[in-house]
C-alpha cells in the first residue's frame, strides 16, 4: 500500500495559513485532498471557511475530507486527538491523494511530525513537508520577533540567546522545522520590505530551504505539494529549543472568548469598534462571521493586530440563523468586555 503524503502547514495565528489552503483547495488540480484543521476557539471558523470552497463534487460532502481538531494545541494531543483522525483517515487511503494539516498557532511542528513514527501511522502516511507560514508585514513593521536588524544582531553575537520570549523560540522552531518558508501580506508592503524580510530569512532558515512570497494565498499546487521530504525520518537535523524536553508549556492566560450576536452589522463600523477593542484589550486574532444589513451573502472577518481583512463567501442558507459569530483569541480576555465593545454598549 502506498504511502499518502502529509503536509504540515505551521506559522503564527493570522499568518494566513487557512487562505493558502483555502486557495489550495480550490485549485487542487485535480488532487484529492483531506485537511485537518487545528482549530483554536469554541467554534469552527477556519473548517467552516475551507468547507465553503465549494470545490467537492455534487455526490461528496465537504465535510468528509476537512476535519476539525478543537481540543486544544495539536502538538500537545497528538494521541488523544490526532491519531484516532489520522487513523480514520488512513482506512479512506484510496480516495485521498494527500492530507493537508493546518495547525494551530501555538503548535510545535516536531512534536506533531514524531508521531509519524508511530506504527500505527508510519505505514500508510509520511510527511511530505513542513511549510511555515510567515507575516511578512509583521516582521517589516517589528512585531513578533521584534525589529529585524536588532534580532539579527543578537543572533550574530550569541548563537544561544538566554532571554528569549516562547513566542521567538515558537518562530524559530517554526523556521528550523521547515522545508520552505512562505512570505505573506505582500501586497502591503514596499518592494524593499520584502526584499529585506526575504534577505533575513534565507539567512536564518537552514541551507536549502527556500524563502518564497506568496500574496492572498496563490500558490501552485506544484510548489506546496511534493517535496518527499519524509521529514519523520529527518527530524534529527531539525535543531529545536525543546528537543530535550518531555513536553511544552504554553501561556496559562491564553484563551478565547465566542460571541454570538442576533445583529447585523455595517463592516466599516465593526471594524472600527473592534480595532479600539485590541487597542484596550490583549488580542492576538479575531476571525468569524458577520451578518450585514440588507446583504445575502455572509461576509467572513479576519483581524491580526490593526489589520482587518473581509469579505463575503457565499449566502446565508434559508435554515440558518443570520447571526454575527466571532471568535476572539488573547490573554485574559473578558467576555462581557469584548460582548459590549462589539455591540456598542460598552
Not at 487545528?38 to 467554534?43: C, L, Q, R, S, T
Not at 480516495?95 to 513514527?117: M, N
Not at 452589522?265 to 444589513?293: D, H, M, N, T
Request: proline letters at 4%; hydrophobic letters at 40%.
Amino acid at each position: 500500500m502506498h504511502k499518502i503524503p502529509v503536509t504540515v502547514v505551521t506559522g503564527f495565528l493570522g499568518s494566513g495559513k487557512t487562505t493558502l489552503v483555502r486557495h489550495l483547495l480550490q485549485n487542487n488540480q485535480g488532487r484529492r485532498i483531506a485537511v485537518l484543521v487545528n482549530e483554536f476557539g469554541e467554534v469552527g471558523i477556519d473548517g467552516e471557511i475551507l468547507k465553503s470552497c465549494q470545490v467537492c463534487d455534487e455526490d461528496e460532502t465537504p465535510d468528509a475530507n476537512i476535519l476539525e481538531l478543537a481540543n486544544g494545541c495539536l502538538c500537545c494531543t497528538v494521541q488523544e486527538e490526532f491519531l484516532p483522525t489520522m487513523q480514520t483517515l488512513l482506512k479512506r487511503r484510496e480516495d485521498i491523494d494527500c492530507i493537508v494539516i493546518e495547525t494551530s498557532g501555538l503548535a510545535l511542528p516536531k512534536p506533531l511530525v514524531q508521531a509519524f513514527r508511530w506504527p500505527e501511522i508510519r505505514t500508510g502516511a509520511t510527511v511530505d513537508g513542513v511549510v511555515t507560514v510567515v507575516d511578512g508585514n509583521a516582521l517589516a513593521n517589528g512585531q513578533i520577533v521584534g525589529d529585524l536588524e536588532a534580532l539579527e544582531a543578537q543572533r550574530q553575537a550569541d548563537d544561544s540567546l538566554d532571554h528569549e520570549t516562547p513566542i521567538e523560540e515558537l518562530f524559530e522552531d517554526q523556521l528550523a522545522c521547515a522545508d520552505m518558508v512562505l512570505i505573506t501580506k505582500t501586497d502591503v508592503m514596499s518592494e524593499d520590505n520584502r526584499l529585506k524580510v526575504q534577505r533575513w530569512l534565507q539567512q536564518t532558515v537552514p541551507t536549502g530551504v527556500k524563502v518564497v512570497p506568496c500574496q492572498q494565498g496563490e500558490i501552485s499546487p506544484d510548489i506546496l505539494l511534493g517535496f518527499n521530504a519524509a521529514v519523520e525520518d529527518d527530524l534529527d537535523s531539525r535543531h529545536s529549543h525543546h528537543d530535550h524536553e518531555e513536553e511544552h508549556e504554553h501561556d496559562d492566560h491564553l484563551g478565547s472568548v465566542y460571541v454570538e450576536l442576533d445583529k447585523a452589522f455595517e463592516p466599516a463600523v465593526l471594524v472600527k469598534r473592534l480595532q479600539s477593542l485590541v487597542q484596550q484589550q490583549e488580542i492576538y486574532r479575531i476571525k468569524g462571521f458577520v451578518s450585514v444589513p440588507n446583504k445575502a451573502m455572509r461576509l467572513v472577518l479576519q483581524g491580526v493586530g490593526q489589520r482587518f481583512d473581509h469579505f463575503y463567501d457565499r449566502p446565508w442558507q434559508p435554515d440558518e440563523s443570520r447571526q454575527t459569530r466571532l471568535v476572539v483569541i488573547g490573554s485574559d480576555l473578558d467576555k462581557e468586555i469584548v460582548t459590549q465593545a462589539m455591540a456598542g454598549t460598552a
